[in-house]
């Protein structure tokens, strides 16, 4: 079987393995080089739904406008949708970093404004193993070392199973033309280095190295599969989930690498998780990720969805017979009929003649006092969610209600006995909170 034939049954194969149906919107982010070129016509001649995304980054002079010129002609004559996007890096930047980004999200904004299925990219086996040596020299663990995933969210790499060497023969034998970034040839950038210097000569004493390399890859991705398997057995029965978090009884006995590998997928590094190991932290501290939130209620760990301006410290102003949408769902109007629900404390009823209309609603503070139900004195609100077992997390969304700056009632927990129904009230004034 020839190459070509070979590489399309793979390639199909892919498809298949991953269960993605064939007739999906795929977009192609092609440079123009033998590797994306080769991606170009195998996903072409595969039938697939195929738009091209191509970037020039005018780094190259003429090189990147042959390049461009090649993925164009190719569209052209193919009749394929073909995206241009001319970009500007800055030199004093990593310049691969820089470019990558740029990529990425000009290949994510056309997928989302095109409602395309899926991203492709012509990463091959020999970027696997670029990829590995690269994390391995910077001491990264085996999450890096099992090296670049074929399925990222959208992002495909239906490439990764076949060598440059194969790609270049796919090339040769369909006779596709394609451009030579002789940026490639130098070896001041890392990976370049590791590319042309590194495994040029590990291939002169050891000819077989690639196929060896790629196994080794493989078998990491099994046992990192596995190791996620045995952390979710051993954490899961810890976890107790609930409307908008999750809590977890921590167990000291739990080895910390195994707290970091589940904590990783929300995003915490092993230094994060380490510190907070070792810290043992106290009530109400926490750690945050780019997405989510671990805090200490407790006995009891928290993890959240970190939410950007979570705490909104705007005094919202109720007046009579008003119901509100925003910030929380509450209506309030007068009433004769006094029917107090006694197991219901998101319903309540006040002396309406001490109201000083329009009330004030706010989020609760630090320092924030109350005269509980049935007592003389006063009381920290801090001191009263205590009391009621309220969670670190659950206490950023506590709102108080204010009379004339007075705190009127702790919304869906404890009135002020100050404003409670007596025998000398004739006209009560209720209130119905609407949890979300």
């Known amino acids: 079987m020839s190459i070509t034939n070979n590489i399309n049954k793979e390639f199909l194969a892919f498809f298949k393995q ?28 595969a039938g697939l739904n195929i738009s091209v995304a191509h ?19 190719y569209c052209l004559e193919n009749k394929l949708n073909f995206y241009y996007k001319e970009a500007k890096i800055n030199l004093l930047k990593n310049l691969q970093n820089e470019a990558r980004e740029v990529r990425y999200q000009f290949f ?34 085996i999450g890096s070392l099992k ?82 398997q045995l952390v979710e057995e051993i954490i899961q029965p810890l976890l107790s989930e609930k409307k908008d978090h999750t809590l977890i009884n921590f167990n000291n006995h739990i080895p910390r690498q195994a707290w970091y ?20 932290s106290q009530s109400g501290k926490f750690i945050e990720s ?40 509450l209506t309030g109007h007068k009433s004769d009929n006094l029917s107090l629900e006694m197991s219901n404390n998101n ?28 007592m003389k004195g006063s009381k920290k609100i801090s001191d009263v969610l205590i009391d009621f077992k309220i969670s670190n997390l659950e206490k950023e969304n506590i709102y108080v209600l204010e009379s004339n700056d007075d705190i009127v009632w702790i919304v869906g927990f404890l009135i002020s006995d100050k404003y409670k129904i007596d025998k000398n009230s004739s006209i009560c004034y209720k209130f119905s909170y609407e949890p979300s």
């Open 108 to 141: 994510n904004d056309l997928a989302k404004e095109n409602k395309m299925d899926y991203i492709l990219t012509a990463h091959h086996q020999n970027d696997n193993h670029e990829t590995f040596l690269f994390n391995a020299l910077k001491g990264n663990s």
């Open 55 to 73: 970037v020039n980054y005018q780094l190259r002079n003429e090189e990147s406008e042959r390049e461009s010129f090649i993925v164009k002609q």
């Open 347 to 374: 319903v309540e009823f006040f002396n309406f003649s001490k109201l000083d209309f329009p009330l004030k609603l706010r989020k609760w503070r630090r320092g924030d006092k109350i005269q509980p139900l049935g």
């Open 147 to 228: 090296g670049i995933p074929e399925r990222n969210g959208i992002i495909l790499r239906p490439l990764l199973q076949f060598t440059k060497t194969q790609l270049l023969i796919y090339v040769q034998e369909n006779k596709i033309n394609y451009g030579t970034d002789s940026s490639n040839l130098t070896s001041k950038y890392e990976r370049n280095y590791i590319r042309n210097e590194v495994f040029q000569k590990i291939k002169n004493k050891f000819p077989k190295f690639e196929q060896g390399l790629t196994n080794s890859i493989n078998f990491l991705k099994e046992d990192y599969s596995l190791l996620n």
């Open 261 to 280: 590998h589940f904590f990783k997928k929300f995003g915490f590094n092993y230094s994060q998780i380490n510190n907070w190991l070792e810290s043992n």
């Open 18 to 45: 991953h269960q993605i149906k064939t007739d999906s919107k795929f977009l192609i982010g092609v440079s123009g080089g033998s590797d994306s070129m080769a991606l170009l016509d195998i996903g072409l001649k």
């Open 290 to 329: 780019s997405t989510h939130r671990i805090s200490k209620d407790r006995k009891k760990w928290i993890l959240s969805k970190k939410t950007i301006n979570k705490r909104n410290n705007n005094i919202f102003y109720i007046k009579k017979n008003e119901k509100i949408e925003s910030p929380i769902k």
